[in-house]
């Protein structure tokens, strides 16, 4: 791989990272367009890319801050865990078999929705 490439992934890597711990969103929104439009990757090899890479390194470190801090509610978390690893199983079977052009709308238009409540909607 080109020492650009590289580099420019290392870069992408931590302000993901930075933006991942600051505003608790998972760095697949700021990673997973930056990886179909900057580098070239199909929507899901991009999708398939970061749910590779945020599973285990990324999230230990974030929660260990928030642990200090008090910030976990361990029951909300095993809750969420049980419904997360299911959907998440699911999901990945489901968006492999689905068209790249459709991923890639999906995954727009649930930004866009996201990003219309936060600006409008939130107190």
């Not at 870069?11 to 367009?33: D, E, K, N």
């Not at 590779?52 to 929660?63: C, R, S, T, Y």
């Not at 801050?65 to 998440?88: L, P, S, T």
């Not at 199983?89 to 492999?96: M, N, S, T």
């Amino acid at each position: 791989m080109p020492l650009p490439i590289i580099l420019g992934l290392l870069l992408l890597g931590l302000m993901a990272g930075i933006f991942s711990g600051v505003v608790g969103i998972g760095g697949g929104i700021i990673i997973v367009p930056a990886l179909v439009y900057l580098f070239g990757l199909s929507q899901h090899q991009a999708q398939g890319t970061t749910l590779g890479l945020l599973m285990f390194p990324v999230g230990i470190l974030a929660v260990i801050q928030y642990y200090k801090q008090g910030y976990i509610d361990y029951r909300f978390v095993v809750c969420i865990a049980i419904g997360f690893i299911a959907g998440g199983y699911l999901g990945g079977k489901l968006a492999v078999n689905i068209p790249d052009v459709i991923i890639k709308k999906v995954f727009a238009l649930l930004m866009i929705v996201l990003a219309i409540k936060i600006l409008f909607f939130d107190k």
